[in-house]
């Protein structure tokens, strides 16, 4: 018994000296053979002979357990040419990379990785043993052509088969795909991903009222609206809605854009035939943003199309839903949303406008037209639901996608839009203060707390039903909580309507006006719409936030 106890201890302690040499990166006597393949540069890794005399000298025959070839052992001169290799910079510094195409997630030895938290995980390796983890962590890798991504990695005290990175799925898919041969050549980034598009076919989504196609070779989605009733040629004559002088100079540039950036081209009567409506055109300034967008007046061609909305989403169910995340999210916008969207070519006779008097046709989904919403939320809920983190990690509300980045990185989300073709802004973080659904929120201590995003504007100088509810839904709008503002927004709209009979009869109550301006005052100056966001508790509100949710009043008029 003592000699087989000696014998296990000896084997123990060498196992033991050789790992930490392994782990040492001064002790590495890799020899590279560089080869240069179209246009990447392609390595070998061979290990020196002194290891492969170290190897050898283990005993022959069968091996205790815990002692078999693995991840964190030497490989052998055979297992190192049997596999992919690539050299790529982490983190700006080439390193030696195994390409391995049967695991998830990329795998990065704790010196590769300078970026990491700790976390406690393992992970089982080929040959069965269960390999601790340090932690994860982000790196960003960089093909020989400049491309370059950031992937989360799995932080790991042994060496990947003794390379310093083991590239993985998600690496994959970040940097654009790969192809590996029959000679173990590699392939990464955009050349890869021509030869994957160039196999995968069309993908089309066909929902009650259109259909939506995405091309892979172009990445982009097109939409084709369907007319429940049979659609004629439109009867409407005028050009545009004239915009007001001082918002004209932006809006014509904002067009100007648009024809160079090919959403409107000049409309081809041989090629498409003569024009099956004219849209007007029309000038929207975005008070909260300072810009002027031109805005399409889609009315009678909407009367033509029968929308499905049971499926839409709720406002009021969305804010709830947004308002029990924690505090550690994020959110994106997309890029001019819905002009991401192509038109199939055979409904552009429908959607032509005019321009400085020629004319043109809108390729792109436009802002007003009623199936616009639906085609944004099922382009979005099949691409957010493609990787099951980012399924599990976000929620979206037409162009605004929340990331709880406790389930996802917000950049794995980014990397997926991109992905199939969806372009976004750069992400913000809530808590460094962010726009969600209309409220600006922001951290403070711990928590989120909210409040209006704009100003409240004045009180029209002509009262009628047309300018004063307008201005009472500006007032409460899609708050979260209101408190008196409700009944005096709610009041001031009964009072108007007591006292005209048409929307555009001017009211001679100078009561109406009193009241509104002393709402508008009072909201000035203490402005009841906001609160914390984040609220603990079943009912998900608690202490005096309950009281201002639940608070009412009785107005008795005389």
């Known amino acids: ?47 020196s002979p002194v290891w492969c005399v170290s190897y050898r000298s283990c005993p022959s025959g069968k091996r205790l357990w815990g002692l078999g070839v693995g991840a964190g052992l030497p490989p052998s001169c055979a297992l190192t040419r049997a596999v992919p290799t690539v050299r790529l910079e982490i983190d700006g510094i080439p390193r030696g990379v195994l390409v391995d195409t049967g695991c998830s997630k990329c795998v990065a030895h704790v010196a590769t990785c300078g970026n990491w938290k700790i976390r406690r995980f393992s992970i089982t390796t080929v040959d069965g043993m269960e390999s601790r983890c340090r932690g994860s962590g982000v790196v960003c890798l960089k093909l020989p052509s400049g491309a370059q991504a950031t992937v989360d990695v799995i932080v790991a005290d042994s060496r990947p088969l003794g390379f310093d990175f083991d590239l993985d799925m998600n690496g994959f898919k970040a940097l654009g795909g790969v192809i590996v041969d029959e000679h173990l050549q590699v392939r990464l980034g ?25 091309d892979p070779a172009s990445r982009a989605w097109t939409a084709a609206w369907s007319d429940g009733k049979r659609l004629t040629v439109l009867k409407n004559l005028g050009k545009e809605h004239s915009p007001s002088i001082r918002a004209r100079p932006a809006y014509e540039e904002e067009l100007r854009k648009w024809i160079q950036n090919g959403w409107l081209i000049p409309y ?26 031109p805005v399409m007046d889609f009315r009678e061609l909407n009367d033509y199309m029968e929308t499905y909305t049971a499926n839409a989403d709720v406002f009021a169910d969305k804010m709830r839903e ?26 552009w006779p429908y ?21 616009a919403p639906l085609v944004m939320k099922i382009v979005l809920g099949f691409v957010l639901t493609q990787e099951t983190s980012v399924k599990a990690g976000t929620s979206a509300y037409i162009d605004d996608i929340q990331v709880n980045e406790d389930v996802v990185n917000v950049s794995c989300v980014e990397q997926e839009l991109e992905h199939f073709g969806v372009q976004c802004k750069a992400s ?24 209006r995003r704009r100003g409240i504007g004045d009180v029209a100088q002509k009262l009628t039903r047309r300018t004063v509810f307008p201005y009472c839904s500006e007032l409460v709008g899609h708050l979260l909580v209101y408190g008196w503002l409700r009944v005096g927004a709610s ?19 100078d009561a109406i006006r009193s009241l509104l301006e002393e709402i508008t005052a009072r909201v000035r100056e203490n402005d009841p719409a906001k609160g914390r ?22 107005v008795a008029p005389g």
């Open 1 to 47: 018994m003592s000699g087989r106890i000696r014998t296990e201890m000896f084997l123990l302690r060498w196992r033991r000296a050789l790992r930490q040499k392994l782990s040492d990166p001064e002790a590495e006597s890799w020899r590279w053979q560089k080869g240069d393949w179209t246009g990447l540069t392609v390595w070998n890794a061979r290990p």
């Open 190 to 214: 955009t050349e890869a991903a021509a030869v994957c598009a160039a196999n995968v076919g069309p993908i089309t989504l066909e929902e009650q009222d259109f259909t939506v196609t995405y």
């Open 268 to 293: 081809d009567t041989r090629r498409h035939g003569p024009a099956m409506g004219l849209i007007p055109l029309m000038a929207v300034v975005q008070r909260n943003k300072g810009k002027v967008r």
């Open 322 to 347: 947004w308002w029990r995340q924690g505090v550690n999210v994020s959110m994106i916008d997309l890029k001019s949303a819905y002009l991401q969207i192509h038109v199939d070519e055979a409904l």
């Open 351 to 371: 959607q032509a406008v005019e321009v400085k008097g020629r004319r043109y046709c809108l390729t792109r989904l436009g802002f007003g037209l009623n199936v």
């Open 428 to 451: 913000e973080r809530v808590v460094d203060c962010a726009r969600v659904l209309g409220l600006t929120v922001w951290g403070d201590y711990g928590d989120l707390r909210w409040r």
């Open 491 to 509: 009041f001031a709209k009964r009072r108007i309507t007591a006292a005209t009979k048409t929307w555009d009869e001017p009211a001679d109550d």
């Open 533 to 554: 966001r984040q609220l603990p508790g079943p009912w998900h509100c608690a202490g005096s936030e309950r009281l201002r949710c639940g608070r009412r009043c009785v």
